[in-house]
């Protein structure tokens, strides 16, 4: 599990990138558009998400409590850009990437919590 948690915390790092761009286009569209539209700040805040969430996976690769807090970020993140999603429909595949990762990671960290609980 732990280096699962560090490639998907590299990845996330990594998307960060490439959605934060995206999101930037997307919200220059939006305003020369003038359609009301927020996917393009959405998205921007879910790839502040996924940063977080990729850096406190990295760091806490050993702890549950870091473990679950990054897949609370990726919940949250992930929730935020399924409800603004619009002309920006690149949102909707990163809102979906961000809630399978807070899956694995609430997994992993109930996994880790069973773990403890078994070894005593």
Do not use: H, P, R
């Not at 997307?26 to 927020?38: F, H, Q, S, T």
């Not at 990726?74 to 949102?91: E, K, P, Q, R």
Request: proline fraction near 0%; glycine fraction near 12%.
């Amino acid at each position: 599990m732990k280096t699962t948690k560090l490639i998907i915390g590299i990845v996330s790092m990594v998307l960060f990138i490439l959605i934060t761009f995206q999101s930037c286009a997307a919200g220059v569209g939006n305003a020369l558009a003038e359609n009301g539209e927020v996917s393009g700040t959405s998205g921007f805040f879910l790839a502040i998400c996924m940063l977080i969430a990729g850096i406190v996976a990295v760091a806490g690769k050993n702890s549950k409590g870091a473990t679950i807090t990054a897949g609370c970020f990726y919940a949250f993140g992930g929730l935020v850009g399924i409800c603004n999603v619009g002309s920006f429909t690149d949102l909707m595949i990163w809102s979906v990437l961000s809630f399978i990762f807070a899956a694995l990671f609430i997994l992993f960290g109930i996994a880790m919590k069973k773990k403890e609980k078994i070894s005593e």
